[in-house]
Structures are given as C-alpha cells and as structure tokens.
C-alpha cells in the first residue's frame, strides 16, 4: 500500500487549493482515507476523513464549510478541496489509511492509521 500526496503549494489568503492523495495497492471501499496536517512547533491533527464504509466524511471544526474531501475510486484517489483559505492552514498535508475491519468509521486515534504518504506543503500567505 502506498499514497502519495499531490498539489500543494503557495496561495495567498482567501484562495483555493485541491490536493490529491494518489492510492495504490489498495480498494478504496475498503480502507478509510484520513487527511492530516502539521504546521512548524505544533503537533499535527486531524483535517478530515472519508469513510471506506459510506463515504461519509468528517471535518475538523477549524475547516468545517471551507474544505470538501472527495473520493474517485476509479483514479483510487481522495481530494482534499480546500476553499477561504488562512494563513493558519499553512502545514505540511498528509494523507494516511486504515482499513475498514479495523474501525467502523474513521478514527480519531491517529495511531489506528497504519500508512502514511510523505505529504505536500501548503503555504497561505500574502
């Protein structure tokens, strides 16, 4: 199993960004996708997940109605719609898995997430 993250950048305040995290050796259905970030002196957190189960999705309250994740099983890829976006999003965006037999729905235990990509860097400033 392997993911690789895609499509970060800089952008200035207010502006828009979508990242890919490109899956392999895996079936979308059946593993949660989880996206993660961590800004420079601070630990890393949950940013959102789309379940393998439903499709549903989870948001972390600080980018509830900004962000948007989405998933093309077909391209085994997971986004990561990034709108409004603040100087405070800047971080290093990670992307990780855990297989659906292991929680019913995404978990909020970082830990449970066994595969992780290297990440991308995004950079709101002006």
């Known amino acids: 199993v392997q993911l690789v993250e895609s499509g970060g950048g800089l952008v200035q305040p207010g502006g828009s960004l979508r990242l890919s995290c490109t899956t392999s050796?895996?079936?979308?259905?059946?593993?949660?996708i989880g996206w993660f970030r961590q800004a420079p002196g601070k630990e890393r957190e949950g940013v959102s997940c789309?379940?393998?189960?439903?499709?549903?999705?989870d948001y972390a309250a600080s980018v509830k109605g900004r962000f948007t994740i989405s998933r093309d099983n077909a391209k085994n890829t997971v986004y990561l719609q990034m709108h409004s976006l603040k100087p405070e999003d800047t971080a290093v965006y990670y992307c990780a898995t855990t297989p659906r037999a292991r929680a019913r729905s995404c978990p909020q235990t970082q830990t449970l997430y066994d595969v992780w990509g290297l990440g991308t860097q995004v950079t709101v400033s002006s």
């Open positions: 789309i379940s393998g189960s439903d499709g549903s999705a």
């Open positions: 050796g895996l079936t979308l259905d059946y593993y949660h």
